[in-house]
DNA sequence: CGACCGTTTGAGATCCTTCAATACCAGTGG
DNA sequence: CCACTGGTATTGAAGGATCTCAAACGGTCG
């Protein structure tokens, strides 16, 4: 294990990450012997769509963003993942995103050719990629009702809903700008801040900063994210 | 070389199923062994979103269709598997999309239970869900980029490719109907139709018939998936 | 043949985009 | 202290891609 003597996490403790959960100390240990802590300032890109995937990431800190892009520039957010989530989740081949450090973040790096080796000897450990991919799988899944069927309004109901999830709290921090954002939803900036006032003005969020909003009124927006009307706001 | 002319496999053969592929002769054989399979008409439900997830399932023949609806029923396809497609892909749970048998379908049900034992008894089983849960996860990243930022002629163009790929010709057969491929597209119907018109018009494709379409010129199409223009066409 | 069902085509409406101007905010330097 | 600057967000007006509503078309089957 050579996580020790870092200045932010001042202990590190490796067990507690997320790929080993459910996995037994011994096993965790094997895991944790083949990891090396990885640090990025914001801005900093990790890899980048087509790159060789040389290595599996965990988010230990701070929040990065993953797109892809089409031939003339338009982008696709695929996420915003923040600690606790994996990264190229894929037994072999090469990224399908590009992954940039939206805040400074560390990243817990395990090298794909030990991983696997590890994947067919820790017992455990391919059931648990198994059940991580299969999350991101469902997940990517509802983005494609959102993107495909949800409404302006109803797009930014479901990715403030889903941030206060991941934040587990009603007062967001909003890492990302409004370009990040309308990239995930499939909409213009100027769109996603329009949607954001008409969301103000009828007291369902509110705006304490530029980068914050508060929910107020979470049952209206789940009815909202739901596609619980004809009329789509 | 598809010139066999088997109505439908007159014999089994199990070990050339999908989630045995990378398996040895004896693994796949305890694979078979808590197999059955099962056989659905035309129009026929499988199961249904929200429904617990009793079984993995396999398409030996035929065509489904997959999707997820809100609650006003505006509806998104989430795929057309066919044959060596696997189903409700999650270690545990309930399924999230409704499934639907296309065209008369036979499949090969594994109970989750005895599959999960399996997973932990057999060498390399979970390492298969895991890249088989890994390759869906990347089907679906595309399908992101298709619906949050493809024209809608890219977007059929981009179908069509991987209707191609899937049937291994140029040569399409759309067992489908237009309403199924504007739910899959995040479309209309009227869309959908005057896209392929358009299509048709500019002899990138041809229809022999109305569930039938023969892709003309397939890099002019790839470039259009690519969306390697800035007029949207 | 005629009814039926899915598809195509047409005309008008709409949500979202595009283009453009304005506002906001933090940092910098006069 | 305040003007200036650059970057991001908001707001406005006009346009366009797609949707909605409606009619016509075209195969299939009794």
Redo the contacts between chains.
Sequence with gaps: MQVQTLPTPPKFDGSALAVCRGLDRRAAGHVMAISSLRRKAAGETLFSEGDDADCIYEVVSGTLRLY?M???G???M?GFPAAGHLLG???AGTH??TAEALTDVTLCCYPRASFHRL??DV??L??R???V??????F??????L????SASEKLASFLLMLADQQDTDHLSLPMTRTDIA?Y??LTIETVSRTVTKLKREKLIALPQVNAMDILDRDALEAMA?????EHF
Excluded: F, I
Aim: glycine fraction near 8%; aromatic fraction near 4%.
């Design positions: 892809k089409l031939a003339d338009r982008r696709q695929m989740l894929a037994p399908v995103y994947v067919n017992p455990g391919a059931r990629m198994w059940a991919t299969s999350d991101e799988l469902r990517a899944q509802d983005q494609l009702l993107l495909g069927r949800k990239d939803l499939g739901a596609g619980e009307s004809a």
